[in-house]
């Protein structure tokens, strides 16, 4: 550990969240918007679901640990939506114990502390045509719009029950006309267009949101004293105060 201690954000989910912090992956955004106000920890794995999240949460996310998270984001959805097939060991997870996994998980990292505040991402949309071009037919057959909706519908409405901030990936990316062609590198993943708005959603979010301390990066100190400017483009760009962003790529 070293010092000073700064706020802790965990970025925890799948693929994802694994990808985040490359070629110009949301993760990355938020790193470089709070650098000096807060430490990006990042626990992706790749491949997994509700299920597989809800067996190690305890190890990830200890409840006796001395330091614990400001704020963790959670993305699981999209292949617990997955349908089976021949050439896969994925099985899919039914909707009602993707709901209640998540529940769980919700749950849990409320309880880590007084001060530990969640934010769950949907699952987002795919693109059928970069699926079957960039991987295989069969990937692109079990990976539908329709499950994803489901899923992605399912989420929203347990955030509700349970009091956790939601961010509907699957409408915001759906936003953009060219969202098919441009938001996914294979159909799935995102590319630092489809990042980009990720980065700006949960930007929304931290700023919109009436939680005490806040967490919005223009209300946590810069450590060490305050720069004689803004030393990253995304926060440059958040100096308007609508939550939008522009990737150092697209400057």
């Not at 502390?113 to 057959?141: D, G, N």
């Not at 009436?210 to 030393?231: A, C, Q, V, Y």
Request: neutral net charge.
């Amino acid at each position: 550990m070293v010092g000073p201690a700064r706020p802790l954000f965990v970025l925890f989910g799948s693929s994802i969240v694994q990808l985040s912090f490359s070629n110009g992956g949301w993760g990355s955004i938020i790193a470089d918007l709070y650098s000096r106000r807060a430490d990006i920890l990042l626990r992706g794995y790749s491949g997994w679901n509700s299920r597989q999240a809800l067996q190690v949460l305890h190890h990830v996310f200890p409840k006796d640990s001395a330091i614990q998270p400001s704020l963790v984001i959670v993305y699981f959805g999209g292949n617990d939506a997955v349908l089976p097939f021949p050439s896969s060991q994925k099985t899919l997870v039914p909707l009602p114990e993707y709901v209640e996994n998540m529940k769980k998980i919700g749950i849990h990292l409320k309880s880590l502390s007084e001060k530990t505040r969640v934010i769950f991402l949907t699952a987002p949309p795919v693109s059928y045509a970069l699926i079957k071009e960039k991987l295989s037919e069969e990937h692109a057959k079990c990976r539908t719009l329709e499950s994803c909706r489901k899923y992605a519908e399912a989420c929203k409405e347990l955030c509700k029950k349970i009091d956790v901030k939601c961010i509907d990936v699957w409408s915001a990316i759906q936003k953009r006309d060219d969202w098919l062609t441009s938001c996914f590198t294979d159909g799935i993943h995102l590319t630092a267009e489809g990042s980009q708005i990720v980065a700006e959603e949960i930007c929304k979010v931290l700023e919109e949101a009436d939680w005490e301390p806040s967490l919005h990066w223009k209300e946590l100190p810069i450590e060490f004293g305050s720069p004689t400017k803004p030393s990253s483009p995304a926060r440059q760009c958040c100096a308007n105060g609508n939550g939008s962003l522009t990737s150092p790529l697209q400057t």
